[in-house]
């Protein structure tokens, strides 16, 4: 049935049921509150939003607080949306934004930036005619007399308004009834009913009080009754309190009798607007609400049926009889139309114009007039697949493989012919263009290895149907070798433009390049290559040096420097070679596990030696306990070593003293690593052996 609902639009309840209980008297209004005198008292705060009251007692409560859904200049609930419009005082230039909301959740809908011609004293919404009627302020830039009134319509698509009539004294409160006529309180407390055409009233009755704010009002549809805001503000307050201090009291005015009974005062002189009263719009002799609503289009394709049954109840719940029209339009264009009998099931073929997303709706109508509208959204056409978000680059044998897959769903839940994807495939170094058009999803693209390092890239330009939906560029790929010596001090900004970094555990703590970390024990800022460490996760992330080329049987030597943030909380690094910057590549020990816990850097050198001729990366493992304190990397070099290694270290057995060995920073090592140089000590005998 067509009612102004709390929660939804959607008409779900049976005809005959929801006729009856529209009948109902309403129990509670609703309205945007968007000042108190608590709030004025203190700046900054405020509860903006819709509250519902009470006739019987101003037990104001929330239904939702948002900013936005102030009234101060205008409000009223559509059948499809809630409407209000924003005023707001910027030191003398006012800001004026008309917001619609969905009433099934509340959640924002729209925003339009308007000007002083939609600011409104009070609006009412009229189902017969689908306007909203108002008493709008005047405005200067459209020639008309600055703080005046007028009354006229306004488009809340475009925010302008059509004026009808000028007003002499504001309007306080306008309601329309379920018949369509609409009606009006003054700020002199006289009640009118106005002619939405020409704008001209007729005097019905003095209500006995006055008001010096704007307000709101609105009609209980189910019984006629027109409740009333009437709210003063008393300005010699102001040097007392420092704000002027309001009251506003509600009013039920019975039309017919031409009288106003005071139903309570607010509790703290509440500013309200934007007043409504779910209750029903359609006369009980036209058709209930239509069942069963169903859309039926296929494959994108922009023709298709649209099923409902003609109900067999009016909406005042008595049987349905004689013919009724049907009208059902797409996005407001018409979809068809015809007639039927109650109880018959429709089954209307159409076409709608393009793809998009079509709100369906159903308007039926007899002779006693029109029923409940009910509405259906789908999208309807092709949908725009989403956008693509991944894609890997690999290098093998010569060649790059760009890979990627095809989205797996659409912007909006519509339909998608995965066969209509394309894509152009372009190398960013050169522009080159490698594949166009193509329907698949992985292309390849011979490249020879440069005698420099270079970082290779590739942009994925996707269509749908042959039009451009989206880009994606690959992470870059640095093919090619770094010379030796190489060496890294992180003083360059652009220093981690040729290094990898991996976040394995995918925690988004990962190494970075940090521009003032601290060592404490050397009073030192510098720059550092960082891990931050996790509060929750165990480190499982590299930082991976870009390809050298190393020889099979040379030994290569591997230095660096370690600094931690805390000599309380361990931080723990490993060091691997291996022949791909990725973690399932980099298997070779360099560098053991190590634990520092030293505010002091320590220098750390260490060796290896290739097996076979080729392009290696080395790589720095973060793999700390959670909750460390950082940990820091500077001045990392890598050159070959200067004389050949040896296997094994062997004591010297000619006294029985025994043999010790210490590293270069002269702390005792009792196990040395082949290859790791050491300083060694037998008695009083101190030998400096460098391997």
């Known amino acids: 049935?067509?009612?102004?609902?709390?929660?939804?639009?959607?008409?779900?309840?049976?005809?005959?049921?929801?006729?009856?209980?529209?009948?109902?008297?309403?129990?509670?209004?609703?309205?945007?509150?968007?000042?108190?005198?608590?709030?004025?008292?203190?700046?900054?705060?405020?509860?903006?939003?819709?509250?519902?009251?009470?006739?019987?007692?101003?037990?104001?409560?929330?239904?939702?607080?948002?900013?936005?859904?102030?009234?101060?200049?205008?409000?009223?609930?559509?059948?499809?949306?809630?409407?209000?419009?924003?005023?707001?005082?910027?030191?003398?230039?006012?800001?004026?934004?008309?917001?619609?909301?969905?009433?099934?959740?509340?959640?924002?809908?729209?925003?339009?930036?308007?000007?002083?011609?939609?600011?409104?004293?009070?609006?009412?919404?009229?189902?017969?005619?689908?306007k909203i009627y108002g008493c709008f302020s005047t405005d200067p830039d459209l020639g008309e007399t600055e703080g005046g009134f007028v009354f006229g319509s306004i488009n809340e698509a475009t925010g302008e308004r059509t004026p009808i009539k000028s007003i002499?004294?504001?309007?306080?409160?306008?309601?329309?009834?379920?018949?369509?006529?609409?009606?009006?309180?003054?700020?002199?407390?006289?009640?009118?009913?106005?002619?939405?055409?020409?704008?001209?009233?007729?005097?019905?009755?003095?209500?006995?009080?006055?008001?010096?704010?704007?307000?709101?009002?609105?009609?209980?549809?189910?019984?006629?009754?027109?409740?009333?805001?009437?709210?003063?503000?008393?300005?010699?307050?102001?040097?007392?309190?420092?704000?002027?201090?309001?009251?506003?009291?509600?009013?039920?005015?019975?039309?017919?009798?031409?009288?106003?009974?005071?139903?309570?005062?607010?509790?703290?002189?509440?500013?309200?607007?934007?007043?409504?009263?779910?209750?029903?719009?359609?006369?009980?002799?036209?058709?209930?609400?239509?069942?069963?609503?169903?859309?039926?289009?296929?494959?994108?394709?922009l023709s298709g049926t649209v099923t409902f049954t003609i109900p067999d109840k009016n909406f005042g719940g008595e049987t349905l009889e004689g013919e009724v029209e049907y009208l059902l339009r797409a996005n407001g264009s018409l979809f068809t139309r015809g007639t039927a009998s109650p109880g018959e099931t429709v089954c209307a073929n159409g076409k709608v114009d393009a793809d998009g997303e079509h709100k369906f709706v159903l308007e039926l109508s007899n002779a006693a007039g029109r029923g409940p509208k009910t509405n259906a959204s789908q999208w309807i056409g092709h949908d725009t697949p989403v956008k693509l978000t991944s894609a890997s680059l690999t290098y093998a044998d010569g060649r790059f493989t760009i890979a990627w897959e095809h989205p797996a769903s659409t912007e909006h839940g519509g339909y998608m012919d995965p066969s209509l994807l394309s894509y152009d495939v372009t190398r960013l170094n050169d522009n080159f263009v490698v594949a166009r058009a193509a329907g698949a999803t992985t292309v390849t693209d011979?490249?020879?290895?440069?005698?420099?390092?270079?970082?290779?890239?590739?942009?994925?330009?996707?269509?749908?149907?042959?039009?451009?939906?989206?880009?994606?560029?690959?992470?870059?790929?640095?093919?090619?070798?770094?010379?030796?010596?190489?060496?890294?001090?992180?003083?360059?900004?652009?220093?981690?433009?040729?290094?990898?970094?991996?976040?394995?555990?995918?925690?988004?703590?990962?190494?970075?390049?940090?521009?003032?970390?601290?060592?404490?024990?050397?009073?030192?800022?510098?720059?550092?290559?960082?891990?931050?460490?996790?509060?929750?996760?165990?480190?499982?992330?590299?930082?991976?040096?870009?390809?050298?080329?190393?020889e099979k049987g040379t030994r290569y030597a591997v230095e660096f420097q370690v600094s931690t943030g805390s000599d309380s909380y361990p931080e723990r690094l490993a060091v691997y070679y291996g022949t791909a910057p990725s973690p399932e590549a980099l298997v070779n020990p360099i560098h053991e596990e190590k634990e520092y816990l030293i505010f002091d850097p320590v220098e750390e050198k260490a060796s290896f030696v290739p097996t076979k001729d080729g392009l290696y990366h080395i790589g720095f493992h973060a793999c700390s306990e959670p909750d460390g304190a950082g940990l820091a990397l500077r001045n990392i070099k890598v050159e070959k070593s200067a004389s050949s290694a040896v296997d094994i270290i062997v004591n010297d057995n000619e006294s029985e003293a025994p043999t010790e060995f210490y590293n270069m920073q002269g702390m005792r090592v009792n196990n040395p690593l082949p290859g790791q140089p050491v300083i060694k000590r037998h008695g009083t005998t101190v030998a400096k052996v460098i391997f």
């Open 1 to 130: 049935m067509n009612l102004r609902l709390l929660i939804t639009t959607a008409v779900t309840a049976a005809a005959a049921t929801a006729a009856s209980a529209a009948q109902e008297p309403a129990t509670r209004f609703y309205a945007s509150v968007y000042s108190t005198n608590e709030w004025k008292e203190y700046p900054g705060y405020s509860e903006v939003g819709l509250y519902s009251f009470g006739f019987d007692s101003a037990d104001r409560q929330l239904v939702k607080e948002d900013a936005d859904m102030d009234a101060s200049g205008g409000g009223t609930m559509t059948e499809d949306f809630y409407f209000c419009t924003k005023e707001v005082d910027n030191y003398g230039w006012t800001e004026v934004t008309h917001f619609t909301f969905t009433p099934d959740t509340w959640e924002y809908n729209s925003q339009l930036f308007g000007t002083k011609q939609g600011v409104a004293t009070d609006l009412a919404y009229d189902h017969t005619t689908s």
């Open 168 to 301: 002499e004294t504001p309007w306080i409160a306008l309601g329309c009834n379920r018949s369509g006529e609409l009606y009006a309180v003054a700020m002199d407390g006289t009640l009118l009913k106005v002619d939405k055409v020409n704008g001209n009233t007729e005097h019905i009755a003095s209500l006995g009080f006055t008001a010096n704010r704007r307000s709101t009002g609105a009609i209980d549809t189910a019984t006629g009754v027109f409740y009333v805001v009437v709210t003063n503000e008393d300005s010699s307050t102001i040097d007392e309190y420092g704000y002027s201090i309001g009251t506003s009291e509600l009013y039920a005015v019975d039309i017919t009798a031409a009288t106003a009974t005071k139903l309570y005062e607010f509790a703290d002189g509440e500013a309200i607007g934007g007043m409504y009263i779910p209750g029903p719009l359609s006369p009980d002799g036209a058709p209930a609400a239509p069942d069963g609503l169903e859309l039926d289009f296929k494959n994108g394709e």
């Open 446 to 550: 011979a490249v020879e290895v440069p005698e420099k390092m270079t970082a290779y890239s590739y942009r994925i330009d996707m269509s749908y149907r042959g039009m451009h939906i989206s880009s994606y560029t690959t992470d870059a790929y640095r093919l090619g070798a770094v010379a030796l010596p190489y060496a890294l001090d992180f003083n360059d900004e652009d220093s981690f433009n040729d290094l990898t970094v991996i976040d394995a555990n995918g925690d988004k703590a990962e190494w970075y390049r940090e521009e003032y970390w601290y060592i404490e024990a050397l009073d030192l800022e510098c720059t550092a290559a960082m891990y931050p460490y996790s509060s929750a996760n165990k480190a499982d992330d590299w930082l991976i040096l870009p390809a050298i080329s190393f």
